[in-house]
Nanobody, 122 residues
Framework: QVQLVESGGGSVQAGGSLRLSCAAS????????VGWFRQAPGKEREFCAT????????YSADSVKGRFIISRDNSKNTTYLQMNDLKPEDTAVYYC???????????????WGQGTQVTVSS
């Protein structure tokens, strides 16, 4: 019943930008904190950014701070990850997630999307 569907991934050159979207359905979206994580082959899932239910509190990983911006539009049941100044090290599958309660940097979320590939070439 619950679905999180990412979109907006693709291939870009270093220094470019992408905007990822995650559309949620089957849940009361405004009651869930949201997060974005990424995973490259052979590496553990890595935290990128998270936001609380109202959008008033955000946390970002040091590796993406100043470049990635998380946002949400509860009227559209959607969270976004604006990625600027992309670097080859950002290449990964990006996942959105939702959880009841506080936003967390650890991957302890109730629901996950299927992921979308982001590839950054040098």
């Amino acid at each position: 019943q619950v679905q999180l569907v990412e979109s907006g991934g693709g291939s870009v050159q270093a220094g470019g930008s992408l905007r990822l979207s995650c559309a949620a359905s089957g849940l009361t979206f405004s009651l869930y904190a949201v997060g974005w994580f990424r995973q490259a082959p052979g590496k553990e899932r890595e935290f990128c950014a998270t936001m609380n239910q109202s959008g008033g509190t955000t946390y970002s990983a040091d590796s993406v701070k100043g470049r990635f911006i998380i946002s949400r539009d509860n009227s559209k049941n959607t969270t976004y990850l604006q990625m600027n100044d992309l670097k080859p090290e950002d290449t990964a599958v990006y996942y959105c997630a939702a959880r009841r309660g506080l936003p967390r940097q650890e991957p302890y979320y109730d629901y996950w999307g299927q992921g979308t590939q982001v590839t950054v070439s040098s």
